[in-house]
């Protein structure tokens, strides 16, 4: 798998140089992973050089609607710039390493910043649709973990978690949403597999186990990135609730809805955050 990693690193790096005429050390250093709904915050970056991922050797192909599968190189905010359009998730059939294998091809470019984004469903009682929530911490209950197996020459066999969401892009975030008087929550994300959304138990469940909000995604990449020493900011946008005592029922379609009219906060978040960088 590692030769396949750097492999695929190397065919990106060479194409780049060819059709951009950068230099190994113009690269971008920083990455963001657009989640559902979410990846229009590409229509945002200028000077773009796309790749589908049915065109980059060894990679996954997205099959979810509203994942389009493309890796752009580009600039957002004026800073030189990865984007991930569309990811892969477990649920997809997909082993963990294959999920992850985006983020180790990273690491292999240079990346040393990673903003990652999802859809999620709120269990905190003083969240709204449209929130947007900026992960402080997370809960992986995920039944495969991504770090199985032979550990790779990136980290060590067992690193630490305690401060996996980087606390001065945290605050970095905070202080941005202030000036531009943005709402945002704080709380702590809950991994699972899916694909099927939360029962009214299981919402109530991952709230007792300290959990503000659930999703199918973020944590693989997270610990995979942390576990390569990159730096990792992530938020979730609140497009459902559950767990109250009203059951609500939730479609795919009005995911992606609620994710779309966040999207020009998150946008702005985003871009500030990445010119600061």
Known sequence: MYEKIKETAQFLRQQLQSLSALQADQLPTTAIVLGTGLGQLASEITDKTEFPYSEIPNFPVSTVEGHSGKLIFGKLGGIDILAMQGRFHFYEGYSMKEVTFPVRVMYELGIKTLFVSNAAGGMNPAFKIGDLMIITDHINLFPEHPLRGKNFPTGPRFPDMHETYDLGLIKE?????????????????????????????????????????????????????????IRTFGVSVITDLGGFDTPVEVSHEEVQEAANKAQPLMTEIMREMIKRS
Not at 190 to 200: D, I, K, L, N, R
């Open 173 to 229: 975030a905070s202080s941005i949403a202030k000036e531009k008087k943005i709402r945002v929550t704080y709380g702590v994300y809950v991994g699972v597999q899916g694909p099927t959304f939360e029962t009214p138990a299981e919402y109530k469940m991952y709230r007792m186990l300290g959990g503000d909000a659930v999703g199918m995604s973020t944590v693989p990449e997270v610990i995979v990135a942390h576990h390569c020493g």
